[in-house]
């Protein structure tokens, strides 16, 4: 049995065998809304082919079950290209998800602002990103799927019906470009001009490879940022993964409240 057939075997086990209608990635210091989740957590260390994570404030479990009145399945944690080099970390996983019937992937993050009219503690909806990194999770791929159409990679009907939750939440909602830089150190304030010159809102370790890896699966995918920082040079805050971890529940409760409305709303 390949590693993929093991892990759904083990959560249809577990969870039963109804479909998923959602995947959801959760970033550094989310990981409250996995708790809410009415079913079974399940260690990615049960699951073959799932990631090892190695990063604190995180929570390696994927919860499947009922949230907000659809059934879901939430990874508590994802593998960053910072921790093993490997861009493609959560394919096995996001195979799985297509598997268990997902139709789209909604991915969350944390990350550093470049505009000052996104300070820390709003959130930011991805309209676009640009693969800074260089890096892309499908080089070796020998199959001509690889060349992924990455236009309205953002879900625009799901980017929509997401702004309506947060506008129905009485909740800012703001918009704007995602770029990847690798990390796992910090971006410079000169490289943070850059971004900001080349058309970049926001910056973050993460989510880039997932949405180039869900549009490969064809899987639909939409991504929110919380912002926890000014970008490195625009404020005289100090940047540290500790303030990440701590200002992250801030957009958290926010970003919470959007996604069950949302999950409400899209039976
Ligand atoms: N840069 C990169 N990743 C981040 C940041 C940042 O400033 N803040 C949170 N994640």
Known sequence: MSKNAEALKVIRDRAGDAPVRYG???????????????????????LPGFPHVSVSGHNPNLHIGQLGGLRVAVFGAREHYYENGNSAAMRPALEVLRSLGAEALILTNAAGSMRPDIPPGDLMLLSDHINYSGLNPLIGEPTDQRFVPMVDAYDPALRAALTQSAASEGIDLKDGVYAWYSGPSFETPAEIRMLKGLGADAVGMSTVPEVILARFLGLKAVAISTITNMAAGMSDEKISHEHTKAMAPLGAAKLEKILLNFFRNHR
Do not use: C, M
Not at 24 to 40: R, Y
């Open 24 to 46: 959801l990635i959760l970033g550094s210091g989310l990981g409250h809304l996995a708790h809410q989740v009415e079913g079974v957590a399940i260690p990615y260390t049960d």
